[in-house]
């Protein structure tokens, strides 16, 4: 089969680096009912697509409206904290795949920007807590000092407050050309998806596990469908709700992003054994360390990287049906098992 082999170059502005990689993007084939196109079936649009540029496009513009999404006023010390976590970098996964997801369904990046948004502060949110000594201690995130190493655990805790609240009022008033029917849809989504239903409940099981040596597939699994999985997954789902998507549209949505989230967390474990800290942007091998349940201490590495290549097929599959506009999705799909940081 001659598929078409090329190079991903993805910039993450944490490290400014670039990771290269070679790379396969499959997209559908209606014809053949395969999930292979065949250089010669490619349109042009197949066939020049290229998946980092469009990361890069996309991060650039995320970067900027979150730039502008908070304002430093009295009493400062708040906004400067929630921004300088907010504008720390990270690959804007999150908001990217709103973004993609919103225009598969016909929408505008204009009026899925401001979802967006608050999908990286609701994320970011969730890391300040996260790396508060009460959770995971840690000193490093996206390559710079945690929010409470600079402010005190005291604003970290206020900042990621701060955050969690602002997302919601941010697409709010600032989402332009939706109805409000979609936006509560919207907001239903996303706080389903932080609340204990999502990230809490699986960060709650998370705490529990620590240090229990008997965590099996089931437990772990549950972990990282809430506690990574909701948010990209509501990351999707919420792009296409914007604009009234139908639910065969919004369940296919939904299991492709379950897919790619397990199968990011599954590669998330892999590199914190096999990665630097350099490369991590945080400390390496805590996993190991904290000799924490992970897919690799259960499945071992090369199952692990197995099994998530298999969701990101079945990810990919469930986006057969619509063609070229799955282009990005399926690219993003496929970089998810592609990276090294
Ligand atoms: C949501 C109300 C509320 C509270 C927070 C602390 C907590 C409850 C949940 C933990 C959520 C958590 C930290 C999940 C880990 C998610 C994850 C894989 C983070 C890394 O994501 P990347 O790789 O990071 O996309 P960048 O830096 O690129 O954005």
Known sequence: MNTKVFELSFQDSTHNQSQVSSHEIKVADTKNK??????????????????????????????????????????????????????????????????????LSGGTVEMAMPTACALEMLHTMSLIHDDLPAMDNDDYR?????????????????????????????ILVQTKGVRSEQLLQVVAKLSHAVAATGLVGGQVVDLESEGLKNINLETLNFIHTHKTGALLEASVVTGALLMGANEE??????????????????????????????????????DLQAQKATYPSLLGIEESRYQAKKLVEEAKAELAPFGEKAIPLMAIADYITARTH
């Open 34 to 103: 395969s999930l292979q196109v065949l250089e010669a079936d490619k349109t042009p649009e197949q066939a020049t697509f290229n998946l980092s540029s469009y990361l890069s496009e996309r991060q650039a513009l995320v970067e900027g409206a979150l730039e502008c999404s908070i304002a430093v006023v009295y009493p400062e010390k708040i906004y400067e904290a929630m921004r300088y976590s907010l504008l720390a970098g990270g690959k804007r996964l999150r908001p990217i795949l709103c973004l993609a997801g919103c225009e």
């Open 142 to 170: 996206r390559g710079k000092l945690t929010n409470h190493k600079v402010y005190g655990e005291d604003i970290a805790i206020l900042a990621g407050d701060g955050l969690l609240a602002y997302a919601f009022e941010f």
């Open 249 to 286: 549209v919004l369940q296919r949505l939904s299991r492709y992003a379950h897919n790619i989230g397990l199968a990011f967390q599954i590669i998330d474990d892999v590199l914190d054994i096999t990665a630097t800290a350099e490369q991590l942007g945080k400390t390496a091998g805590k």
